[in-house]
């Protein structure tokens, strides 16, 4: 998860005509903020089971909400410019990013979680 939200695809719509561009007002790198707040918990006890999940209360107060925003259906970023509430710019990525990539490990991980039940019941027995 953490190597998709880092590799994830963000693009902005084009700058109009006689608009100005410029260097970011934070350094905080956005996808690698967001990567480092994903977590993983297991669960050994009943219900037992292993949980991957966005931690939203180790980011930023103004990324929150980021994660969910990012994997909306339609994928649109829509944020002010450089803090001016009164311009606002759109970025685009990948919709639904989050729940594709469980989608395609699922079958993975169901094969490493039978993969340790076996060598815990090998154990026991």
């Known amino acids: 998860m953490k190597n998709t939200i880092r590799t994830l695809p963000i693009r902005a719509d084009p700058r109009k005509a006689g608009k100005r561009g410029g260097p970011s007002p934070t ?25 991957v999940w966005v931690d ?3 980011l930023p107060s103004d990324l929150q909400k980021m994660p969910a925003v990012m994997n909306s259906s339609n994928g649109r970023i829509r944020h002010p410019v450089f ?27 169901q094969a490493e979680v039978a993969r340790v039940l076996d060598d815990v019941r090998r154990f026991l027995t």
């Open 56 to 58: 939203r209360w180790s």
């Open 83 to 109: 803090g001016n509430k009164r311009r606002w710019a759109n970025q685009w990525t990948t919709p639904l990013w989050w729940d594709k990539t469980v989608r395609a490990h699922t079958p993975r991980m």
């Open 27 to 51: 350094t905080r790198p956005l996808r690698a903020t967001v990567a480092e707040s994903v977590r993983i918990s297991v669960r050994t006890t009943r219900p037992v089971g292993a949980r």
